[in-house]
């Protein structure tokens, strides 16, 4: 984790990106990416509900030991879904649980607010991710996914959020969709590695939903993300050509094979 730090000072970015199953794991693993997230995003992404307050931690096991047979190189953290790290003990239990499953460290959403969990976790010796700003377990009660640090006492809050966080023993921060300012004061006031998502150029990394970069949920596209490909229309593509070909061979009666 001490290598995260140094990588800060150095001014080098870090790269993460989402996976939820083996042959994605593989393939980012594949492709040099630092940090490999078995995010709980997995509820709407691959899981087809409406937000992360849905994903049950049965899941969240279920797809980390997925995503762990695939990474050999990077580093593999695994979200804390909701209700699992309510007390301090409860966000052991349930980290080692994600250790078991093949994560070598947890991400948990909160600031100042959960210091206690991230020390508690942190004192197992387990690598803890924090996860400050906009919070996407918290979007019922926020009424939306809302653009964080962009009033003067908001951005106050995510400074202390994000020194606390680093106090706690955190050996990085995700940034959510955090005012590019602000994040760039928190970036510039801490010695752990910011990593940001719709939260400007200026965090120390970036991660992303692999299924937003890669264009493998049409349906949706937060506005910070630019698509590198649109796999949901190679799918789509690849489908109808199947279906075309099947139906072709079985009006001349023989097999689509
Ligand atoms: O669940 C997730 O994928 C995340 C990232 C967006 C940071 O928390």
């Known amino acids: 984790m001490e290598d995260f730090r140094e990588r800060k000072r150095r001014g080098e970015r870090i790269t993460a990106l989402t996976a939820y199953d083996y042959p994605t794991a593989r393939l980012l693993d594949e492709s040099g990416i630092d940090i490999i997230l078995v995010g709980d995003s997995l509820g709407m992404v691959v899981l087809g509900y409406s937000d992360t307050t849905q994903v049950t931690f049965e899941e969240m096991l279920h797809h980390t030991r997925a995503v762990a047979r695939g990474v050999k190189r990077a580093l593999l953290v695994a ?7 309510d007390t301090p003990a409860a966000a052991v239990k349930s980290a080692q649980r994600l250790l078991a499953a093949g994560a070598q460290a947890v991400k948990l959403e909160g600031g100042l607010s959960h210091a206690a969990q991230i020390e508690a976790i ?5 690598p803890l991710m924090a996860h400050i700003g906009m919070l996407p377990q918290s979007v019922r009660e ?48 801490i010695g752990i590695p910011t990593i940001g998502i719709g939260s400007g150029n ?9 299924h937003d970069l890669i264009g493998l949920y049409p349906w949706f596209t937060p506005k910070f993300v630019s ?6 229309e190679e799918i789509r593509r690849a489908a109808r050509i199947f279906a075309e070909r099947t139906r072709d061979s079985s009006r001349r009666g023989s097999s689509s094979g």
């Open 79 to 85: 979200d804390l879904s909701i209700g699992t790290y």
């Open 122 to 126: 942190v004192r197992e010796k387990i």
């Open 142 to 189: 926020e009424g939306g996914y809302k653009v964080k640090g962009r009033s003067a006492a908001e951005a106050e809050r995510l400074l202390a959020d994000a020194a606390a966080v680093e106090k706690a023993g955190a050996f990085s921060v995700v940034l959510e969709i955090v005012a590019p300012e602000t994040a760039r004061q928190i970036t510039a006031g």
């Open 202 to 210: 200026d965090c120390d990394g970036q991660i992303l939903v692999t």
């Open 227 to 232: 698509p590198e490909a649109q796999v949901a």
